[in-house]
């Protein structure tokens, strides 16, 4: 199969000979109200020499999140990059990533240069990058430069945008469950300027008339609490000393809060010893409090040697941290009279921070010949913990567990931008990595290399091979990125995971505007950890090594984007034939499923720009079905464990399918501001998409399964104002 990707990926160069380059598109003037001198600068930017060479990469601007498809009439990033080829998006409406054949937390996450670990609100609802202060981002799923490192997947790296030298602007914004409000200028004009960016949901204020007026119709007593919010804040000075140096101090902050609380009473008619009958009463009761978030602070400052040698230098700090309490209480009246109260009090928190600094340089030797060198010190601390104590009746037991990890990760890189003749650009990187964690060393080496050849004016062929290593593990029960799970290290037992990854492709130009990109990639996996303990809520602290089974994993396939625009249209069709896999010898004695192996993807959307005032767009969302580990049948009947499986992943889910649409309406204020309603569906045909299984059994210990779905239709609108 993979002879047969690459014979396809062959054919398609031929049939692209009248094609011009896939960047010309990037060249093209955009047109755009506001702030053209700085769109102009991003456009520019977007025709780089690294653009140029790389395979697997795709750079988004402003402008794509100005006039691309919203969720619940906000612009989001990580909503935008499940779109493309090669993108599972995993569970629906969540901001999971998966790249590839890989997991969520094998991507590298860049916010102005510093990892961020948590990057999703509400469950991933909502990604933490707000796009009000985002002045691009640069997406890799192959032919990684050797400047990025410490993730085997992909890069999404993020730049935020200084603010305005000249004069105070900003924009303010109101929508279904949240709001925006970001402003920006100078502090001392033409030197110093701000820019800050605020957002908070308001279902706290929604949910609390909704869960009283449940409780008042509740007739059994039972009582709910309730309450979501989550807020952000980015914020940045930005000083320039001279045309040579600058200044930059840049802060994120984001938290959420859950809180949740069941009261259930109970009343118990009984005859106690003497024979007197009583009626007595109690309540059961449930308590949880969840908050989880970032804070991300570094202090960056550009200089200017000469006109063809550039540094950055980059301190920075980037905290994640999750703090999960809950509170059971069950009441229990026996015969003889007794009341009693079992209750369990368990804190779980998970705790991760780098303290870090990095520089690189960037060196143009001639017009043909870019060099990049760089290095990049990291201290890594994670610190989980859990306190637990059980209540029975009276007799206490407190137990308490934990570890405080500690790592160094040094790196070097250097990459070396080159043109040989007018047809040749290569991209040749070696980067060198040291990780320590007491008791262990380790160091590797990652070569990294990536060609790009010129057959014409029209086509460009392109391939990459890659090398990657990630000491970081996300330790989990469960597939989904939630606060339970924790990031620990490579440890003495736990060696690092690693990837390794080919790709090649074609990009081109057709004849009416069209353009036409096919790539092809194979990608190895190793080192990958599968949990393997009992069924708990929490990772394992005191045991985790030895609760994982390790195994490999395997990814390969062929994407394609089919693309048109004008000035007032424009179409983009993404399509992915893809298989990924995994064996861990430990649960299968061969290759299976991985939960994200959709075979198939097919991404529509389109946008018209009816006038300066509207746009409508419309995004359609096709994948295969993901795969669930369910039993297949039963024996022993009444045993507890009666259940058989076959191979892990054993059952297909139907496939997946819905419509978004969209419209904004702009318009000039008398006093010269934009204004802009957003109306949005989601799951406009109301498709009831399968999101799990449930196995039941019948009378005669047969099993069958139910589809279950979660998110009907949708609407939502937006209100914004630019002043």
């Not at 997406?139 to 993730?151: C, D, E, L, N, V």
């Not at 009463?281 to 449930?286: A, Q, T």
């Not at 004695?589 to 991985?594: F, I, L, P």
């Amino acid at each position: 199969m993979r002879h047969a990707i690459l014979t396809i990926a062959a054919l398609l160069i031929c049939l692209a000979s009248e094609a011009v380059n896939l960047h010309d598109r990037d060249s093209l003037a955009m047109k755009e109200r506001l702030d053209t001198i700085r769109e102009a600068r991003i456009t520019s930017d977007r025709a780089s020499a690294v653009a140029k060479t790389q395979t697997g990469h795709k750079r988004l601007d402003k402008l794509d999140f100005i006039y691309g498809n919203v969720v619940f009439s906000s612009p989001d990033i990580i909503k935008s990059l499940q779109n493309l080829p090669g993108v599972s998006a995993g569970t629906e409406l969540m901001s999971g990533l998966y790249v590839h054949g890989g997991e969520g937390s094998d991507n590298l996450f860049l916010l102005d240069g510093v990892p961020m670990y948590q990057i999703s609100h509400l469950g991933g609802l909502f990604s933490s990058f707000n796009t009000d202060v985002v002045g691009g981002l640069d997406f890799y799923k192959s032919g990684f430069p050797a400047r990025y490192g410490g993730r085997m997947s992909s890069v999404v790296d993020v730049s935020t945008r200084d603010g305005d030298f000249e004069e105070f602007h900003g924009s303010f914004m109101i929508g279904l469950i949240d709001g925006r409000l970001q402003f920006e200028g100078p502090v001392v004009k033409g030197k110093t300027s701000f820019n800050v960016a605020l957002r908070r949901s308001w279902m706290d204020a929604v949910l609390a008339p909704t869960i009283a007026y449940l409780n008042r119709k509740n007739e059994d007593g039972e009582t709910i609490g309730g309450t979501y919010a989550f807020h952000d804040l980015n914020a940045s000075v930005t000083h320039r000393f001279s045309e040579k140096d600058k200044l930059s101090l840049k802060m994120y902050y984001g938290r959420d809060r859950l809180g949740l609380g069941l009261t259930y009473p109970e009343t118990v008619d009984a005859v106690l010893g003497n024979g007197i009958s009583v009626t007595v009463s109690g309540e059961d009761e449930l308590e949880a409090d969840i908050a989880w978030g970032n804070f991300l602070t570094s202090l960056n400052w550009d200089h200017v040697m000469n006109e063809d040698m550039h540094l950055k230098t980059v301190a920075y700090y980037s905290g994640s941290d999750a703090d999960i309490w809950y509170r059971w209480k069950d009441w229990i009246f026996e015969a003889e009279g007794k009341e009693q109260y079992d209750a369990l009090n368990e804190t779980n928190v998970s705790k991760v921070s780098d303290i870090a600094a990095t520089t690189d340089l960037d060196w143009r030797l001639d017009g043909n010949n870019r060099l990049r060198m760089g290095a990049s010190y990291q201290h890594h601390i994670y610190n989980p913990s859990r306190n637990s104590a059980i209540d029975n009746d009276g007799s206490l037991l407190e137990t308490s567990s934990g570890k405080r990890y500690t790592g160094d990760e040094f790196a070097l890189y250097a990459e070396d931008e080159v043109s040989i003749g007018k047809r040749l650009n290569m991209n040749a990187g070696l980067r060198y990595v040291i990780f320590s964690v007491p008791g262990k060393f380790r160091h590797r080496l990652e070569p990294r290399l990536a060609m790009s050849f010129r057959c014409s004016d029209n086509v460009d062929i392109k391939a990459s091979y890659t090398h990657m290593n990630q000491f970081a593990h996300l330790i989990s029960t469960n597939y989904l990125d939630v606060p339970t799970n924790c990031w620990l290290p490579s440890t003495e037992n736990i060696a690092p995971m690693h990837s390794k990854q080919v790709a090649a492709g074609v990009y081109s130009r057709l004849p009416m505007d069209f353009r036409l990109n096919v790539e092809a990639y194979y990608k190895t996996m190793d080192n990958l950890l599968e949990y393997s303990g009992s069924n708990t809520l929490f990772p394992p602290l005191d045991s985790w090594e030895t609760s994982f089974h390790k195994g490999k994993g395997r990814a390969y396939g062929l994407e394609t984007e089919l693309g048109w625009e004008s000035s007032k249209l424009s179409f983009t069709t993404y399509y992915t034939l893809s298989w990924s896999e995994r064996r861990f010898d430990g649960i299968w004695h061969d290759w299976y499923h991985h939960r994200h192996d959709n075979r198939h993807k097919l991404t529509l959307m389109g946008l018209w720009k009816i006038t300066e005032g509207i746009d409508v767009y419309a995004n359609w969302n096709y994948n295969s079905g993901g795969w669930m580990t369910v039993p297949t049948h039963i024996y022993n009947p009444g045993e507890v464990f009666d259940r058989y499986y076959t191979a892990p992943n054993n059952v297909n889910l139907p496939d997946y399918h819905r419509l978004d649409l969209g419209a904004n309406f702009r318009k000039t204020t008398r006093r010269g501001n934009e204004r802009i309603w957003n109306i949005g569906v989601y799951n406009a045909y109301c498709r009831k998409n399968v999101v799990f299984v449930a196995i039941s059994e019948r009378e005669d210990k047969s099993l069958y399964g139910e589809g279950r779905a979660i998110f009907p239709i949708i609407p939502s609108f937006s209100y914004t104002l630019k002043f």
